[in-house]
T-cell receptor, first 116, second 111 residues
Framework: DSGVTQTPKHLITATGQRVTLRCSPRSGDLSVYWYQQSLDQGLQFLIQYYNGEERAKGNILERFSAQQFPDLHSELNLSSLELGDSALYFCASSVGLLEGVRETQYFGPGTRLLVL | LAKTTQPISMDSYEGQEVNITCSHN???????ITWYQQFPSQGPRFIIQGYKTKVTNEVASLFIPADRKSSTLSLPRVSLSDTAVYYCLVGGRGSARQLTFGSGTQLTVLP
């Protein structure tokens, strides 16, 4: 158990809908990262937040957005869903900005999204 | 950007030592090398990180030659439960490249 929690575990929805994925980082971690893992594209970094501020952006679509709240939990919002958005969505957290020795990301169990 | 190249897959037998090599020809001076392990439907898990020479922890060793253009993850005496995908990441501390996972190496341990 990494200490990172994600809800829901599974989500089934239809094309065109909007969903929100939630992540609670490990206690004390200020950074939250979101990743998408689909069969054909591997693990793709989407976005990083640090202490409430957006810190780094990866291959995140405009239909997707995220935020980190004052209590440090984060939400990933996916809108106008398409079949191709079906994937595993992972959240990870770290103490800081991966600048310290042995500082690393801790991944949650993921949310499996199925768009029908 | 330091792009990494790993074998797509490897097979091994229980009890053997497994070495997975990652090439990173364009590694920068301040880049570190980090390896993660991922089981199906689970998030990646940190295994080991190093900068140069050799690093060892309770689960693996990481060998980095002097030119740092490659690195080798060594798993001693693998078991069936070591069957997983192994990712090599290269990036400087605080760099977004530390967030770039390649395709990884699928290690299958056979009985």
């Amino acid at each position: 158990d990494s200490g990172v929690t994600q809800t829901p575990k599974h989500l089934i929805t239809a094309t065109g809908q909007r969903v929100t994925l939630r992540c609670s980082p490990r206690s004390g971690d200020l950074s939250v990262y979101w990743y998408q893992q689909s069969l054909d594209q591997g693990l793709q970094f989407l976005i990083q937040y640090y202490n409430g501020e957006e810190r780094a952006k990866g291959n995140i679509l405009e239909r997707f957005s995220a935020q980190q709240f004052p209590d440090l939990h984060s939400e990933l919002n996916l809108s106008s869903l398409e079949l191709g958005d079906s994937a595993l969505y992972f959240c990870a957290s770290s103490v800081g900005l991966l600048e310290g020795v042995r500082e690393t990301q801790y991944f949650g169990p993921g949310t499996r999204l199925l768009v029908l | 950007l330091a792009k990494t190249t790993q074998p797509i897959s490897m097979d091994s037998y229980e009890g053997q030592e497994v070495n997975i090599t990652c090439s990173h020809n364009n590694i920068a001076t301040n880049d570190y090398i980090t390896w993660y392990q991922q089981f199906p439907s689970q998030g990646p898990r940190f295994i080991i990180q190093g900068y140069k020479t050799k690093v060892t922890n309770e689960v693996a060793s990481l060998f980095i030659p002097a030119d740092r253009k490659s690195s080798t993850l060594s798993l001693p005496r693998v078991s069936l439960s070591d069957t997983a995908v192994y990712y090599c990441l290269v990036g400087g501390r605080g760099s977004a490249r530390q967030l770039t996972f390649g395709s990884g190496t699928q290690l299958t341990v056979l009985p």
